[in-house]
């Protein structure tokens, strides 16, 4: 009898585990979200948060960081089943770190929509290419400068003072406006019209020069480590 007892008192703590720590689902994909890229080190998300419908509980395996390009409202419900309601301006920035667990709800109509990044890998370089994209002298702010990714936000004016953007590090440029960009060093220039929400992704090693040509569309630079 003393040999079947550790057996079960074993097999009865696992289970208790289990029942205490449920296996929950990753945030994507889900209804209401968009892949728009992944590689190896990322994945960009288009996401919105329609009013009354809630995700699943759900739990961020990866760390994350975006930014929202409409305005709205949420409802974040933690595992304890408290709430918090809030609105969200146009160009917030948002990290969220791995591990984070929770359920979202759009609150309002309109509702809110992001471009959100998942970091796919752990951890970045030791030593990250530096910054001689320029968009530091180009009037636009710092948001963020962690281990992971250096957020800049700004507007990205046309004409000869204008950025040229030429990726130093790979780089998700997410608009928040309406304008013209045009591209070269891939072949024939090629322009294309940019709007709030719209997401264009420069590889560090990429021959690929962006300015914009028409307008002045609020910018956000997500440069990755």
């Known amino acids: 009898m003393t ?6 008192v074993a097999i009865g703590f696992a289970s208790l585990l289990a029942v205490q720590e449920p296996s929950l689902p990753p945030p994507f994909p889900r209804p209401n979200a968009t892949k728009l890229l992944e590689t190896q080190q990322i994945a960009v998300w288009d996401i919105v948060w329609p009013k009354g419908q809630p995700t699943a509980m759900h739990r961020h395996p990866h760390d994350q960081v975006g930014t929202y390009y409409a305005r709205g409202g949420r409802v974040i419900t933690q595992t304890d089943g408290t709430k918090r309601e ?7 920035l948002s990290t969220t770190r791995k591990g984070t667990t929770h359920i979202e709800e759009g609150a309002t109509d309109p509702p809110l ?4 990044i998942e970091l796919l890998q752990d951890k970045g370089p030791a030593a990250p290419a530096p910054d001689t994209s320029a968009v530091s002298r180009s009037g636009a702010k710092q948001l963020l400068d962690d281990d992971r990714v250096t957020v800049w936000d700004g507007a990205w004016k046309s004409g000869a003072g204008g950025l040229k953007y030429h990726a130093s590090r790979d780089t998700v440029i997410v608009f928040l406006d309406a304008g013209k960009l045009r591209s070269t060093g891939t072949g024939s220039p090629a322009v294309s019209e940019v709007k709030a929400g719209t997401m264009r992704f420069l590889a560090h090693d990429a021959a690929e020069t962006l ?3 028409e307008g002045a569309p609020r910018t956000m630079f997500f440069q990755l480590k």
């Open 3 to 8: 040999r079947l007892t550790f057996p079960l």
């Open 86 to 92: 809030n609105m969200t301006e146009v160009g917030n």
């Open 113 to 116: 929509r992001a471009v959100f």
């Open 211 to 213: 300015e914009v040509i």
